[in-house]
């Protein structure tokens, strides 16, 4: 079946459909990542958006139950040079057209992702549409119609609804093992103790960050975005995690509100919208990128050891420098462009960064934060 990818600017691309058919608007971009499809695809902060893959070749290990970052895929369309057919891995459950037929997404391959990714990097961003239904020049004017990701608040369709204890058997976070060398087979788990209560709010949270933190001794209580301060702290959490999501972190204000009361009264560890979202609640300003970045090779450098890690990231928006306060200070740039990466409170027990340490897909360069996030738990409970 014929699809068409229709962008505000005109521009069109010709190729056939696979997963569901129909019709779909979203914003464009795309991903760098040579792995980790099906995790690109049920990151919520995906919501909203109609995505590329640069890697030529997808589809090729298939899909399976336990790599999904939640529920189900947020993605509004998937745009892939060529879909591999033929999955062909011993943890493969079903093919990838399969699976997006499942969740009624539309997909197109045979387009020429090169084009379209220097195009996107050139103009920025843009408004598009997906197709089978449609003519080009409907398809184009389908793009121009449907609403822009400023001002938009997709957090509200993403978040749990309802408060719960993540995986407080300790099964899901397990780390993975290949056949025959199971930890069933050598006698037990290996999760650490529970040693520190956290609050974790939901804009969006991915599965692998939820296992990181038990990994790492915490029980979370994860809690919808609504959630206000005085109901946070109620709970008397030892710290309080702020997730990744999609959408305008501008449109947030209700998120802002609560986050200035907040912040402060406990350790407190934030990641992609929520280090924005840090930064608003201290005043500071964001704006949208011009393309984003989205993909598991992005150098960031830690002013303050000057070391360098290649990192998983995936956000549209960034903060202005311009408009931080003197009380945060910044502690990691991009050194493809420069913005900021990460903060730092210069009194209290905050801190943030844009990108993802659970990487899922990605490199584990930056894993070390949620160490950071342990020791300044302790570090407080020693000052208290």
């Not at 459909?17 to 099906?38: D, H, P």
């Not at 902060?45 to 529920?71: C, F, H, K, W």
């Not at 738990?377 to 020693?382: C, P, W």
Request: charged share 20%; proline share 6%; with cysteine.
């Amino acid at each position: 079946m014929r699809s068409i990818l229709a962008l505000e600017d005109g521009s069109t691309f010709v190729g056939t459909a696979f997963g569901a058919a129909g019709t779909r608007t979203g914003e464009a971009c795309f991903n760098t990542s040579m792995t980790g499809y099906q995790e690109v695809l049920t990151d919520p902060s995906y919501r909203g958006q109609i995505v590329a893959m640069t890697y030529p070749l997808i589809g090729n290990y298939g899909v399976n139950a336990a790599d999904g970052e939640s529920a189900n895929p947020h993605v509004r369309g998937f745009v892939v040079g060529e879909l591999s057919p033929l999955p062909s891995n011993w943890r493969s459950e079903g093919t990838l057209s399969d699976y997006l037929v499942q969740h009624d997404i539309p997909g197109i391959e045979g387009v020429d992702t090169r084009r379209l990714t220097k195009l996107l990097r050139t103009a920025g961003a843009m408004r598009a549409c997906l197709t089978t239904e449609h003519s080009a020049d409907e398809a184009v004017d389908l793009a121009r119609q449907s609403p822009s990701m400023e001002g938009m608040d997709y957090v509200r369709e993403v978040s749990t609804t309802e408060a719960f204890t993540w995986d407080p058997d300790g099964r899901e976070s397990e780390p993975w093992n290949v056949p025959n060398h199971s930890l069933a087979s050598s006698g037990g788990s290996s999760l650490p103790p529970v040693k520190y209560r956290v609050v974790a709010f939901d804009f969006g949270i991915k599965r692998n960050i939820l296992r990181r933190l038990r990994q790492h001794g915490f029980q979370v209580q994860v809690m919808p975005a609504s959630t206000t301060a005085a109901e946070v702290l109620a709970l008397d959490p030892d710290g309080i995690f702020l997730s990744n999501g999609p959408g305008d972190p501008a449109a947030l204000d209700y998120i802002h509100k609560e986050l200035r009361e907040l912040v402060g009264q406990r350790p407190t560890f934030a990641i992609c919208l929520g280090h924005q979202l840090v930064g608003h609640a201290f005043g500071a300003r964001t704006f949208k990128l011009k393309f984003g970045h989205r993909g598991g090779n992005q150098p960031v450098q830690d002013l303050r050891s000057k070391q360098v890690a290649i990192t998983s990231q995936n956000h549209g928006f960034a903060i202005d420098a311009d408009s931080l306060p003197d009380c945060l200070e910044v502690t990691h740039v991009n050194l493809n462009d420069g913005t900021v990466e990460g903060l730092r409170h210069r009194e209290l027990p905050v801190f943030s960064v844009q990108y993802h340490p659970e990487a899922a897909p990605g490199p584990s360069d930056a894993a070390y934060f949620f160490r950071e996030f342990a020791n300044l738990i302790d570090q407080s409970r020693a000052a208290r």
